[in-house]
């Protein structure tokens, strides 16, 4: 990956570059930020620096992902009570080589996952505990590049622990992550935190302009939805705007439950809603849920009076965003986003889909009705 190659970021370029310049590598670091941002693309960039200055050849190597002392790590679900991340390497390799900034929720729809849970296993931290007690093949540095390192079992950040105190000579670790929150805080406390920034709007509209041939105001349009994720504003470009399936949902599920106040029988419809959503893999109902928080805040700014900050509406089967709108405030916002939080906390511990869904579907016909 060359930083040419790089969507916006150039402070962060500029940094990374010292440092290597500066000899002034940290041996372990953490790269925070959307996937959409470039995490990465800066740590494949970075690992292309470093293997350089030790040889030339390396560039071709990493930039195809088949440099032998590049060593790349990221989550898969488990099989025959194994779970390695290099039984689905080629897959891995083929999308990033596509689109580098594609998403987790993008691996787990090529992997056809279905309701299986995506995890970095401690059997993959023994792996890599394996290569990197080898000698490097080049003689130079050996790099780990672990992409959603946030996804690591309980038992996997402990092993991995130990592998962060005690590297072998010359191992460079590069983590990726959307978030810190996952990981144990001495994992932490032994990492140099790299805070990956959204891309500004211009950057997203400078790439966009260069791969689309859109006028200046789609352009505008997929940039401010994006929110400056470049992995969003090319599913929005490739597919000629936001996909209206959690749209349908959403204005389903909206709609019977300020039903059910006068129609209890439309529970009965909830329920199905329920259903159908509960079949979804994990990974896609997780990706609802933030999508139903986000309309629910974008509804309070609109009610609010501030419909310059709402870069997203839902405009599917003749909804009234603005009388919906009147119904989210200051009285039921928190409950709202709590019972999605929720939710989320027990879908991520594998309690019963239908259940959850069927129980958030109905508190919103109460919520949803409450006075300002």
Same mark, same amino acid.
């Given at each position: 990956?060359?930083? +040419?190659?790089?969507?916006?970021?150039?402070?962060?370029?500029?940094?990374?570059?010292?440092?290597?310049?500066?000899?002034?590598?940290?041996?372990?670091?953490?790269?925070?930020?959307?996937?959409?941002?470039?995490?990465?693309?800066?740590?494949?960039?970075?690992?292309?620096?470093?293997? &350089?200055?030790?040889?030339?050849?390396?560039?071709?190597?990493?930039?195809?992902?088949?440099?032998?002392?590049?060593?790349?790590?990221?989550?898969?679900?488990?099989? &025959?009570?194994?779970?390695?991340? &290099?039984?689905?390497?080629?897959?891995?390799?083929?999308?990033?080589?596509?689109?580098?900034?594609?998403?987790?929720?993008?691996?787990? #729809?090529?992997?056809?996952?279905?309701?299986?849970?995506? =995890?970095?296993?401690?059997?993959?931290? +023994?792996?890599?505990?394996?290569?990197?007690?080898?000698?490097?093949?080049?003689?130079?540095?050996?790099?780990?590049?672990?992409?959603?390192?946030? &996804?690591?079992?309980?038992?996997?950040?402990?092993?991995?622990?130990?592998?962060?105190?005690?590297?072998?000579?010359? #191992?460079?670790?590069?983590?990726?992550?959307?978030?810190?929150?996952? =990981?144990?805080?001495?994992?932490?406390?032994?990492?140099?935190?790299?805070?990956?920034?959204?891309? /500004?709007?211009?950057?997203?509209?400078?790439?966009?302009?260069?791969?689309?041939?859109?006028?200046?105001?789609?352009?505008?349009?997929?940039?401010?939805?994006?929110?400056?994720?470049?992995?969003?504003?090319?599913?929005?470009?490739?597919?000629?705007?936001?996909?209206?399936? =959690?749209?349908? !949902?959403?204005?389903?599920?909206?709609?019977?439950?300020?039903?059910?106040?006068?129609?209890?029988?439309?529970?009965? @419809?909830?329920?199905?809603?329920?259903?159908?959503?509960?079949?979804?893999?994990?990974?896609?109902?997780?990706?609802?849920?933030?999508?139903?928080?986000?309309?629910?805040?974008?509804?309070?700014?609109?009610?609010?009076?501030?419909?310059?900050?709402?870069?997203?509406?839902?405009?599917?089967?003749?909804?009234?965003?603005?009388?919906?709108?009147?119904?989210?405030?200051?009285?039921?916002?928190?409950?709202?986003?709590?019972?999605? #939080?929720?939710?989320?906390?027990? !879908?991520?511990? @594998?309690?019963?889909?239908?259940?959850?869904?069927?129980?958030? /579907?109905?508190? !919103?016909?109460?919520?949803?009705?409450?006075?300002?």
């Amino acid at each position: 990956m060359n930083w +040419e190659d790089i969507t916006g970021q150039e402070n962060l370029i500029k940094q990374l570059k010292d440092s290597v310049a500066n000899n002034r590598v940290s041996h372990a670091q953490l790269f925070i930020g959307k996937e959409g941002y470039g995490t990465l693309p800066l740590a494949l960039a970075y690992a292309q620096e470093i293997l &350089k200055n030790e040889n030339e050849a390396a560039v071709s190597k990493v930039q195809h992902l088949n440099h032998l002392d590049l060593h790349l790590s990221f989550p898969v679900f488990s099989e &025959k009570s194994k779970s390695l991340s &290099k039984r689905f390497y080629e897959d891995f390799r083929n999308m990033i080589l596509e689109n580098p900034y594609s998403s987790f929720d993008d691996w787990t #729809t090529i992997l056809e996952s279905e309701n299986k849970q995506f =995890f970095i296993s401690v059997d993959e931290i +023994e792996d890599i505990g394996g290569k990197f007690l080898l000698k490097s093949f080049e003689g130079g540095t050996k790099i780990l590049i672990m992409w959603c390192a946030n &996804k690591m079992s309980d038992a996997a950040s402990n092993k991995f622990l130990k592998f962060l105190e005690e590297p072998p000579k010359n #191992t460079l670790i590069i983590l990726t992550a959307d978030s810190d929150q996952d =990981f144990l805080q001495t994992i932490l406390s032994r990492t140099q935190i790299v805070e990956v920034p959204r891309l /500004g709007d211009e950057d997203v509209k400078q790439y966009l302009s260069e791969k689309y041939s859109f006028d200046q105001e789609k352009i505008s349009e997929i940039a401010i939805q994006s929110q400056g994720d470049l992995n969003v504003a090319i599913k929005l470009a490739e597919s000629g705007g936001i996909s209206t399936e =959690f749209e349908e !949902l959403f204005v389903q599920w909206v709609r019977e439950a300020f039903q059910v106040k006068k129609k209890p029988e439309m529970l009965k @419809n909830i329920i199905d809603w329920a259903r159908d959503i509960a079949g979804w893999s994990r990974e896609k109902q997780k990706s609802f849920l933030d999508y139903c928080a986000e309309m629910f805040r974008m509804a309070l700014l609109q009610n609010y009076g501030t419909p310059d900050l709402v870069y997203k509406k839902i405009n599917v089967s003749n909804f009234n965003w603005e009388k919906f709108s009147e119904y989210i405030h200051g009285a039921n916002i928190e409950d709202i986003l709590q019972e999605i #939080t929720d939710s989320d906390y027990h !879908l991520q511990r @594998n309690a019963n889909a239908k259940i959850v869904w069927t129980d958030m /579907g109905i508190k !919103l016909s109460r919520y949803i009705h409450r006075s300002a």
